[in-house]
């Protein structure tokens, strides 16, 4: 009996704070996923980043014993000047001379890397006012991005999802949910052919050391904003039509996040996800629902009464003017 009575309670007090075990074990998924991803990076990119070091220290202790008249101080010295130009994207390679990364094409293409929030950080301002313009014209530019792919994506997806699905819904008679999982499939797959696995096989060909899979790398790292900036297009030393590169290059990523974006938002208004979402989210009490209706029909109320008031008070204002007889004039009258 006892057992009973405990095992129902604990379900009762489960059933009562449903919503926030399922938000506790959500941030605990989350952090274990975190954990997950740095103990396989870590173990997969520590014996290359190994070889790597070893590789340098053997090059770098070679050419001090080839070139005894140059110490080891001023190679270092020279070696982190190198480095730290490299990191503002400024090669000290003599056949990469002729690439400049501040004519126009690149400044528009850095400018929308910035604005998309992709920075791929392989080219970064120099001076300190264009830092200062940087900070400005992010701190602008990123809500106006947000603001105007927002606008594109409420229009697109009007015509893209919402009037395929409802067609399909009234004309043929399939369930609207079947039909909405369906055309968000389709339209996942269209989307990654389109933008992922076309440009790859396009920029495979275009970049001479990128195979298939690098490619493919650069457009999801490219599209998901994640930017880590290992992989550029056109930065090569002899690529062809450089200009006309950069700006497809930035329409690309343009219309690529447009795309995203309304995949996302696809998915997100399915049935079966938003049942999903609702499971950690915070819900409102009974008692602050009825508040909320009380007050609702109150200022509705109030609303109404007060159009009633100004209705009445504009038509007595447009009644013709009347004259208010007396009764002893209307006693007059009559004996008369």
Known sequence: MLQSLAGSSCVRLVEQHRS????????????LYLVFGAVVFSSVELPYEDLLRQELGKLKQRFL???????????????????????????????ASGNWNWDFTSSLFFASTVLSTTGYGHTVPLSDGGKAFCIVYSVIGIPFTLLFLTAVVQ??????????????????????????????????????????????????????????????????????????????????????FRELYKIGITCYLLLGLIAMMVVLETFCELHELKKFRKLFYVKKDKEEDQVHIMEHDQLSFSSISDQAASMKDDQKAHEPFVTSQSPTSNDSSLNN
């Open 155 to 240: 229009r697109i997806i009007v015509y893209v999802t919402r009037r395929p699905v409802l067609y399909f819904h009234i004309r043929w008679g399939f369930s609207k949910q079947v039909v909405a999982i369906i055309h968000a499939v389709v339209l996942g797959f269209i989307t990654v052919s389109c933008f992922f696995l076309i440009p790859a096989a396009i920029f495979s060909v275009l970049e001479d050391d990128w195979n298939f899979l690098e490619s493919f790398y650069f457009c999801f790292i490219s599209l998901s904003t994640i930017g880590l900036g290992d992989y550029v297009p056109g930065e090569g030393y002899n690529q062809k």
């Open 65 to 95: 014993e080839e070139h005894a008249c140059l110490s080891e101080p001023q190679l270092e010295q020279f070696l982190m000047r190198v480095l730290e130009a490299s990191n503002y994207g400024v090669s000290v390679l003599s056949n």
């Open 20 to 31: 926030a075990w399922c938000f506790a074990l959500l941030v605990l998924g989350y952090l």
